[in-house]
Each structure stands twice: as structure tokens, then as C-alpha cells.
């Protein structure tokens, strides 16, 4: 399974955050540094929400969730493995001083990262072992968009 999780290619992921995903997959995926040949294809697309949780009489935040969704797509030659999305949520309080505050988001965010380049890890390895214990289910079959169901050429 280590070998085939080194020959996945994990695409460019937007932003700061998402640049954090992909190192943390990549170090998941191929501790030893990127293969040169690629089997897989993963691409990712990140994004996050704060929700704030517990409020002070000033209306000021004192606690909050953050949630990150990752919508991931894992390929070979063009045949999808998998397609899903992944989330994780982790809580954290806001501080009184805005230094405080941004540290601990840094933190929450960090700790979300780490959930997430694991929970999406072991989704691909799963995925894979499917795949390769019945490469030719229907779900992996390529479909043409110029093709109906029963395989007749649209006109």
C-alpha cells in the first residue's frame, strides 16, 4: 500500500491553508519526498468556516468552532476512485487580546489541518484497495457524455 500511496500526484490546493493541506498530505502519503512517476491523480479543494459558539454580555466571541471541508477526487487514467467530501471540526476560545486570539486560531487550524490530512489519507488508502481488488466495478467504468446508458452514440 506505501507504494502505491507514494505514486499519487496531489494537485496545487488554493491559498496559505490549502498549501498546509497539501504539505501534510504529502508528508502522509510519500515521507520520503514526491515520486517521479504517478499512478494517481488527487485533487483538493478546501474550505472553511467559523462559527462562533459562546458570546460574553458585550457580544464579544469567548469560544467558536472551525470547520474545514476538504471535497476530494482521486483518478487513474481518467477513471474517478474516489469522490468525497471530508470534514473535520475542532473548537477553540478567543482570547481577550487579538494576539491571543489569532494564536489560538493558528492552533485550531493546525490541529484541523492534521485531522484532515489523516481522515483523507486513509480514504485513499481504502479507495485503492478497493479499486484494485475489482478494477472493472461498474463505478469505475469511464463514462462519455456522448454516450446514453445503453452505449448508443447520442445524436
Request: proline share 3%.
Amino acid at each position: 500500500m506505501d507504494a502505491d500511496l507514494a505514486a499519487i500526484r496531489v494537485g496545487p490546493i488554493k491559498d496559505r491553508v490549502g498549501q498546509q493541506l497539501r504539505n501534510a498530505l504529502l508528508q502522509r502519503l510519500s515521507p520520503r519526498g514526491e515520486a517521479a512517476d504517478y499512478t494517481y491523480n488527487l485533487d483538493v479543494t478546501l474550505s472553511e468556516t467559523v462559527s462562533n459558539l459562546g458570546f460574553r454580555k458585550d457580544t464579544f466571541a469567548t469560544a467558536a468552532n472551525l470547520a474545514m471541508t476538504a471535497q476530494v477526487i482521486l483518478t487513474r487514467n481518467g477513471q474517478s476512485i474516489l469522490g468525497e467530501n471530508v470534514t473535520t471540526t475542532v473548537y477553540f476560545d478567543h482570547l481577550g487580546p487579538r494576539y491571543a486570539s489569532v494564536a489560538t486560531e493558528r492552533d485550531a487550524e493546525e490541529r484541523a489541518l492534521n485531522q484532515l490530512a489523516d481522515d483523507i489519507r486513509n480514504r485513499i488508502a481504502a479507495a485503492i484497495q478497493r479499486y484494485q481488488a475489482n478494477p472493472n466495478d461498474e463505478r469505475y467504468r469511464q463514462r462519455s457524455i456522448f454516450r446514453n446508458e445503453a452505449g448508443e452514440a447520442r445524436r
